[in-house]
């Protein structure tokens, strides 16, 4: 365990406001894993555990309003863990620290478990509640790329265009899918498991959405086969699954390589002003060599998923393979 250092305004701020004691009388590390841009800190007073999250600063106020919520709403439904501390500017959280461990794809290979976690998910799906309203999966990814083609950012323009139109059709399949609360990052680091179940952390984006998007993101990232698909939706409807259902899980499955580009490409790959070396980086981003997108997942499971030269080629991966899928 490290000390945060008490010059440091931002994070002695929150510590001192609700334990009521210097920082430099805390133990406190930082917790360095994932692709969010908010910083967590495991906080020791005692014998108790917290987390303190301050959220990323480049998130716009509501989207931190949605976060928040949705926070505390899981901790109410016992779904995440318990928020203790909301912040007055309303940029960190403090809550309980779970005792666990991340899933890995090993510990999905058992039924018993994969059920567990379905179940928790199934949970959320019906609870009912102040949970922030969102947007669905198909107008996120839309407005990113949308966003993208705007910006001054480089990026392999024919497959990007390609995607929008594969996107536009698959979108009419699920016109008539009710809409539910949804985790929406269900990855290996976002679920703990614990010594009476499973909690969900990080709800950063966070909002209402189809069910088979959380079920469809959840198996891509943690590496569940199409041989398990079944086993995945029996535990999540308690009756066989139809064709129909089949289908729309592995095709969200799919689009969800589409999101994972969209959210993290625009973030890592920067913009160049100049048009010639933006168009020379756009031809190299177009010539890359690409590992499988698995490997990706590996990397996240060993918490190694981070900094440009491993996201902008995983965004690539990920790209290619919805448009080959």
């Given amino acids: 365990m490290t000390m945060i250092a ?3 305004d931002t994070h002695t701020f929150y510590l001192k406001n609700y334990f009521g004691v210097a920082a430099e009388s805390l133990q406190v590390s930082e917790i360095k894993k994932g692709l969010s ?14 987390v303190l999250r301050v959220l990323d600063p480049g998130l716009p106020p509501h989207r931190k309003q949605d976060e928040i919520a949705a926070s505390v709403y899981a901790g109410q439904h016992y779904i995440g863990p318990q928020i203790r501390y909301v912040s007055p500017d309303g940029n960190a959280i403090i809550m309980d620290f779970v005792h666990g461990q991340t899933l890995t794809p090993e510990l999905l290979q058992d039924l018993s478990t994969l059920n567990a976690v379905v179940k928790k998910i199934k949970a959320l799906h019906l609870s009912s509640g102040g ?10 990814i839309t407005k990113q790329l949308e966003k993208l083609k705007q910006s001054n950012i480089p990026y392999p323009t024919t497959k990007v265009e390609a995607s929008l139109e594969k996107l536009k059709e698959i979108a009419s ?3 008539n ?14 679920v703990l498991k614990e010594e009476n179940g499973f909690k969900f952390v990080d709800w950063t984006g966070a909002g209402y959405g189809y069910a ?10 943690n590496q569940i086969g199409e041989e398990r698909h079944k086993d995945l939706l029996i535990a999540y409807l308690d009756r066989e699954p139809t064709q129909r259902e089949l289908h729309l899980l592995n095709t969200i ?20 002003d100049n048009l010639e070396e933006r168009e020379s980086r756009r031809q190299e981003l177009e010539k890359m060599s690409l590992l499988p997108v698995e490997h990706f997942f590996d ?25 080959e899928a």
């Fill in 131 to 140: 949970f922030p309203k969102g947007e669905t999966v198909f107008d996120k």
């Fill in 6 to 8: 008490p010059h440091d």
């Fill in 212 to 221: 088979f998007n959380d079920l469809g993101f959840f198996s891509l990232v």
């Fill in 253 to 272: 499955k799919k689009v969800s390589l589409l999101r994972i580009f969209a959210a993290n490409f625009p973030a890592y790959e920067p913009a160049i």
């Fill in 177 to 190: 899918e009710p809409l539910v609360p949804c985790h929406n990052d269900l990855n290996c680091l976002n």
């Fill in 37 to 50: 841009g908010a910083k967590k800190y495991q906080v020791t007073l005692g014998d108790k555990d917290y």
């Fill in 173 to 175: 399949e699920f016109q």
């Fill in 299 to 323: 990397l996240e499971t060993k918490g190694q998923l981070r900094g440009k030269e491993v996201v902008v080629p995983l965004s690539l991966s990920a790209l290619q393979t919805f448009l």
